[in-house]
Each structure stands twice: as structure tokens, then as C-alpha cells.
């Protein structure tokens, strides 16, 4: 008889139990996300809305900025809109920079319910890569056929050239022997300095010197010219090759060195820009290539400022290897004069 009243108590007490989790869990389970993008096919430059909404009765405490974004997805701006009480709305506008398909991961919103914090994730979304070229181009063009030279014109060339180079070489010798030997020390011929900033000043005059482009070649000539000049003077006062380094890459980079962040950001409207007109086939309207002529002139302004102590270290540097050449040279010239006088 105890042991049935046990059964009977340690039933009710696993009851009570399940119906207290089910009714905790039930204000979690109330909460819903929903995440929404308004293309999923974008080309290099373009637009997209990411739209995360939230439901239930919750408080949100915090939500994602732009660090939560691969670098190839770069957020404009965010918007909350807060409709009702149980209704949360987050806009993300972002444009899309990636050549390939790839997958947004989820986006973690903290929220607050009934004294407990949780944490709801985002759906993962794909983006694909819209490419703007025709099928005909995706094909490799076929070869040219392989134009067969005369090889019997190469042997007279050839021969032509021996000749010359013997005769050269007989007239120096002859000459020596009827000049009488003089030592003449050669001169040490000193490269001069080329300050970066002075060579970008003058790169930003010749563009802007230039009538305004009319069609897509001249756009592009424009942008591949003012990114090209700012590529030059990263590699020369910053030390590494930004000639043949992707926009993304140049960035981190300077990332990577603790440039200004002024800086680092007028580099990456310039060569994002001109990406987006040589790789979309994009063209800018005429006050978007003023736009452009107006932040390399800041982005002058701003390395002016900003580097001006470093130019100055690189002309130091600059100055010693020079001292050291010059030492070296005359040291040479000095063992040549007394293996001349011997």
C-alpha cells in the first residue's frame, strides 16, 4: 500500500514537472525570426536589402553592425523599425563586391525574455555572382595560325651582327693602342631622390589636365590611370606590391600596417570604384568621375598629412644608401688606379 502511494506521488510529481517546462519553454518558443534578402543573383557594385524581422514578446538588447559582414558585402547603412510591441523589423542595406557565389552565415540577435537573455540566429543565405558577359565570351577565342618565318634571313641577320661586333671591337683596340694611357677615374653618378608625394601630385595633374571621358574605354582609362597612381605611392612609401595586388588585398594590407583609417578609406572608394567599371562594365555618370577626381584630390591631402614623417625617413634612407654606393665607388676606383699604375 506505501509503496503504491509512492508510484502515485512520484507520478504527480513528474506531471507538474513536464507541464513546468512546457509553460518556461512556451515564452521562448513564441519568439519567431524571419530573414529576407530582395535579390539572391547580384553583379559586382550592386544593391541588396537584407530584412531580419522578429516577433513575440521579447526586448532586443543587441543586434549585428558591419564587422558580422564578409568584406566582399559592405554595409551602406542599418534601420531598425520597431512597428509594435512584439513586432522588431532590421534593414541592412549592403552592396555586393564578391566575383564568385558565396553564403552570407547566420547573424546572431540577442533578445531579452522575462528576466533571461537568449540568442536567435539568422537563416544562412546564398548570394550567387551574376556575371555581365554574354555567353559567346565564357568560350576561349581559337589561335591565330603560327605565321612561318624565313629561317634563312636569320643566318644573314646573324652573321650581319658578328661582323659588326668584330669590327667594334677592332676599332676599340686599335684606338688604345694609339692613344697614350691616361688614368681617368670614373665619376660617381648619384640617383636623386623621388619623393612619392610629389610624383601623385603630379600623376593627379595629368588626369585632371585630360578632356572628361565621353565612352566606356575612356571610363575606364580614367579610373585604371587615378587607381594606378595610388597603387604607385602605397608600394613606394608603404613597402609592399600594390601594383599586383587585388583592391581587397591592398586593404587588408594597410589594415595590417595601422594605416589611417581616413586613408584606408578613401583607397577603397577609389579602387572599388575602378573594379567596378572594369570588371561590371560599369558606367559612371559625370559627376561620379568628379566624385572620383575630388577623393583622389583629398586622398593628396590626406597622405600629405598623414605621411609626410614617413617620406621624410624614406629620404633619409634614400640619402645613406647613397653615401654607402659612393664610398663603395671610390674604394674601386682607388684598387683600379693602382692596378693601372702597376
Avoid at 555586393?96 to 533571461?116: G, P, T, W
Avoid at 536567435?120 to 565564357?138: G, H, I, M, N
Avoid at 581559337?142 to 661582323?163: G, N
Wanted: proline share 4%.
Amino acid at each position: 500500500m506505501k509503496l503504491l502511494k509512492f508510484c502515485k506521488r512520484g507520478l504527480i510529481a513528474s506531471v507538474l514537472t513536464c507541464i513546468a517546462l512546457i509553460f518556461s519553454g512556451s515564452t521562448l518558443l513564441a519568439q519567431q525570426l524571419h530573414t529576407f534578402v530582395d535579390h539572391d543573383s547580384l553583379r559586382v557594385g550592386d544593391p541588396v536589402t537584407l530584412s531580419i524581422v522578429i516577433e513575440g514578446n521579447y526586448s532586443l538588447q543587441e543586434y549585428p553592425d558591419g564587422d558580422a559582414f564578409p568584406e566582399d558585402l559592405e554595409l551602406q547603412n542599418r534601420q531598425r523599425f520597431q512597428v509594435s510591441a512584439t513586432r522588431d523589423s532590421i534593414v541592412y542595406n549592403l552592396q555586393f563586391f564578391s566575383l564568385e557565389d558565396m553564403v552570407l552565415d547566420r547573424l546572431n540577435f540577442q533578445i531579452r525574455i522575462d528576466q533571461r537573455d537568449t540568442t536567435l540566429q539568422s537563416s544562412r543565405v546564398p548570394l550567387y555572382f551574376k556575371t555581365t558577359l554574354a555567353e559567346d565570351d565564357d568560350e576561349l577565342r581559337p589561335f591565330k595560325p603560327i605565321f612561318d618565318f624565313a629561317r634563312s634571313y636569320w643566318i644573314w641577320i646573324l652573321a650581319a651582327l658578328l661582323l659588326a661586333l668584330l669590327g667594334y671591337y677592332l676599332f676599340t683596340l686599335i684606338k688604345k693602342r694609339t692613344q697614350k694611357e691616361v688614368f681617368i677615374p670614373r665619376p660617381f653618378e648619384s640617383t636623386p631622390f623621388v619623393n612619392p608625394l610629389r610624383e601623385l601630385e603630379t600623376s593627379m595633374e595629368q588626369i585632371k589636365s585630360q578632356p572628361p571621358p565621353m565612352n566606356e574605354k575612356e571610363f575606364e582609362q580614367f579610373y585604371v590611370q587615378l587607381a594606378d597612381a595610388i597603387r604607385l605611392y602605397l608600394k613606394r612609401v608603404y613597402d609592399f606590391p600594390a601594383l599586383e595586388m587585388t583592391s581587397g588585398e591592398i586593404v587588408r594590407k594597410l589594415q595590417e600596417l595601422r594605416a589611417s583609417s581616413d586613408l584606408i578609406k578613401k583607397v577603397k572608394k577609389v579602387l572599388y570604384d575602378a573594379d567596378m567599371v572594369k570588371f561590371a562594365k560599369f558606367n559612371p555618370a559625370s559627376d561620379q568621375v568628379a566624385d572620383a577626381l575630388k577623393t583622389g584630390t583629398d586622398f593628396v591631402e590626406t597622405a600629405r598629412t598623414i605621411d609626410s614623417e614617413r617620406i621624410e625617413y624614406l629620404e633619409h634612407q634614400h640619402t645613406e644608401k647613397q653615401q654607402e654606393l659612393k664610398t663603395e665607388h671610390e674604394q674601386k676606383e682607388l684598387e683600379r688606379k693602382q692596378e693601372f699604375e702597376q
